[in-house]
């Protein structure tokens, strides 16, 4: 079965501390993407990997940067969370060459800034 | 550039009727695709169904179809014979365009199934 493997369901922060939050898949997916979910906003794209090493910004890039060594790891970081940052995080993956087929999206983080 | 509307914050049925959820969009491709995805509250992103713009008949899959009307640029969600399990958010989206492979989301609609 295809996986997307957040490294947490749930994680407490403090303000000013650098986060790492973690995404593997096992699909050989090119494409990986992490989205911010808030309530009334729906999913707002952070940033996106077309593939390793390759990354461009999305919509709310600010106060994020994000890393890809390998194929099947995107990283997200916060460089200093702030309490702003206090939201659900969920990362997807899909192949290039398969537009009509659907994001396969982890169990996502819900990451508290205190 | 594109654009999805889910105008239905909220959305309530009872259990066993049919409930449609609204999924209008704004392209100027002529070819394009649209999603649907359940989130429970447990949060993971579950795909349901996809509709393509050139697909000759309305996607189908189990319980859920789609009433796709190009003409009104709307592709809703239609839940047959709702259960409990289906009270959840669900999110409409469009594929990327231009070469683009960053898709755009709706808002999305919580549903929530009564017994």
């Known amino acids: 079965d295809v996986k997307v493997t957040q490294s947490s369901r749930y994680l407490v922060k403090r303000t000013g501390e650098k986060v790492f939050l973690e995404c593997v898949q096992d699909?050989?997916?090119?494409?990986m993407f992490w989205y911010r979910q808030d309530p009334g906003l729906g999913l707002r794209l952070i940033y996106f990997?077309?593939?390793?090493?390759?990354?461009e910004k999305g919509d709310i890039p600010e106060g994020y940067s994000v890393s890809r060594e390998k194929k099947e790891r995107f990283s997200l970081i916060l460089e200093s969370a702030s309490t702003n940052q206090t939201s659900m995080y969920l990362c997807a993956s899909r192949s290039t060459g398969a537009l009509i087929k659907p994001q396969h999206f982890g169990d996502g983080t819900r990451l508290s800034i205190l | 550039a594109q654009k999805i509307t889910q105008t239905q914050p909220g959305m309530f049925v009872q259990e066993k009727e049919a409930v449609t959820l609204d999924c209008t969009y704004d392209t100027s491709d002529q070819s394009y695709g649209l999603f649907w995805y359940k989130q429970p509250s447990s949060g993971e992103m579950i795909f349901l169904i996809y509709q393509g713009s050139y697909d000759e008949q309305n996607a189908t899959e189990g319980r859920y179809s789609l009433n796709f009307q190009k003409a009104r640029k709307s592709a809703n969600l239609v839940i047959s014979a709702s259960q409990l399990g289906d009270s959840a958010m669900y999110f409409c989206a469009m594929r990327g365009s231009g070469g683009s492979y960053i898709p755009t989301f709706g808002r999305g609609t919580s549903l929530i199934v009564h017994p």
């Open positions: 990997s077309y593939d390793v090493k390759m990354k």
């Open positions: 699909m050989d997916h090119e494409n």
